[in-house]
């Protein structure tokens, strides 16, 4: 039997009021894209079967998420193509904040990644500091998709799954007990979490990041601090953000890695992320809406710049290039950065 190789994905959003996620696919950083998905919901997984032209290169990976009438773009290689075995699936946890109240609302979902054939699962939920005692169990038929284990309150967890592949492989590895694969991995349940945007620097404007936070109550002050990844206890940057507005956008860095920090003044709860600023390269593109008649200017052009913000412009220019005498349409971008 030919191999096949399959990719999924699914968006865990901080925030409530996303609108649409849109998927690209691709073998290169900008495109052209062998597929595009849209999400049937914006949390609803997504999974694509690779073409095998495919095989051997990067999996290259476009997420379009709309918000408020905007959108934000974010490009990556998350993947090589290439040949698994069995042996080589993870178990994966991503976590939500449990909030500053005294019940538990706070979640961690888990899930299997790598290579295909697994068909079954069971997922158990453990204390870090009490890793004999089971707080909950799941168990799956559809472990990519995984579980969410719900109604948790601050601390340190551990997610251990057993693993079932469709058949048992020729040569197992150390972690095979019986029929399965025993895994282990571990997600912190935060007070808060913090949701840090970057965009790009472009020629000689230099890019930025944009910080905020989600399930932050009863705080009245959050102290924001960026430094580089290079020294992440050194801030070159501090904001002290007041309750109700607790965004802020900091400017002026240069392309490179940064540590972004989050600090809550109530309960001194602290929340830390690793972004990168990029050189930003994509050209300008334009497509015509619609055309018109000759000697009418109704026609119509949508022109995109990916990355534009308050903190980068960018000024557009439409000009005239068979000689015709047209006085040029000049517009300044002033579009804020969205995040996801």
Known sequence: MAHRAFFSIRYNPNVLDVDKVEYSFGSASSGPWFQEVVADLPTSPVKIELPTSSYGKGLYLRVKVYRNGGFSTVSWMPAQIAPQTSAEVQLKLASTPAGNGTSGSGSVRAWLEGPNGYTDAVFKLYRKENPNTVLSTQRTKRPYDGVVFVGLVRGEYVVKAEAKPACVP???????????????????????????????????????????????????????????????????????????????????????????????????????????????????????????????????????????????????????????????????????????
């Open 170 to 340: 020729p040569t197992p590895g150390d972690a095979w007990d019986t029929d399965h694969y025993n895994l282990s991995a571990e997600a912190e349940v935060s007070t808060f979490d913090l949701i840090g945007s970057a965009f790009a620097a472009r020629g000689t404007c230099l890019g930025g990041i944009k910080a905020e936070v989600s399930k932050l109550m009863g705080v009245e002050r959050v102290e924001y601090t960026i430094a580089k990844e290079s020294a992440p206890n050194t801030p070159i940057q501090t904001f002290m953000a007041e309750y109700p507005n607790f965004a802020h956008v900091f400017t002026g860095l240069a392309a490179g890695g940064y540590v972004l920090k989050a600090r809550e003044m109530t309960g001194n709860s602290i929340k830390t992320v690793s972004l990168s600023v990029n050189n930003q390269e994509d050209a300008v593109s334009a497509r015509v809406l619609h055309g018109t008649l000759t000697g009418v200017n109704q026609g119509a052009v949508n022109i995109e710049l990916p990355n534009t913000s308050l903190a980068c412009p960018a000024k557009l220019t439409i000009t005239r290039t068979d000689g015709v005498a047209f006085t040029p349409i000049v517009k300044k971008t002033t579009w804020s950065i969205r995040s996801p």
